[in-house]
Nanobody, 120 residues
Framework: QVQLVESGGGLVQPGGSLRLSCAAP????????MGWYRQAPGKQRELVAA???????NYAGSVQGRFTISRDDAKNTAYLQMNRLKPEDTAVYFC??????????????WGQGIQVTVSP
């Protein structure tokens, strides 16, 4: 199964920006839908943003206009640009990619999670 590699998290002040990346190294597959989820302490995991193979995007209302999801299919990588960050954006962020193998097998793969902390 494809192992995802997340990067780009950290500590940022309110109003700041971060860019998360999620790469799927290897070959013999393509990526259908890509998504970013987050889970704050004591809360359920929620969808933040998703992008389909044709570039259609979907955002949670709480991040609409501040976050942008994008993809680079040549690199099998998803990105989440987060601007105007707020303390309530603090959470562990997970990427989720739907993998389609060259043999037609489909499955989803999760990243290990990356901490984003927004604090003065």
């Amino acid at each position: 199964q494809v192992q995802l590699v997340e990067s780009g998290g950290g500590l940022v002040q309110p109003g700041g920006s971060l860019r998360l990346s999620c790469a799927a190294p290897g070959s013999g597959f393509s990526i259908n839908e890509m998504g970013w989820y987050r889970q704050a302490p004591g809360k359920q995991r929620e969808l933040v943003a998703a992008i389909s193979s044709d570039g259609t995007t979907n955002y949670a209302g709480s991040v609409q206009g501040r976050f942008t999801i994008s993809r680079d299919d040549a690199k099998n990588t998803a990105y989440l640009q987060m601007n105007r960050l707020k303390p309530e954006d603090t959470a562990v962020y997970f990427c989720n990619l739907w993998v389609i193998t060259n043999y037609g097998q489909a499955y989803d793969s999760w990243g290990q999670g990356i901490q984003v902390t927004v604090s003065p």
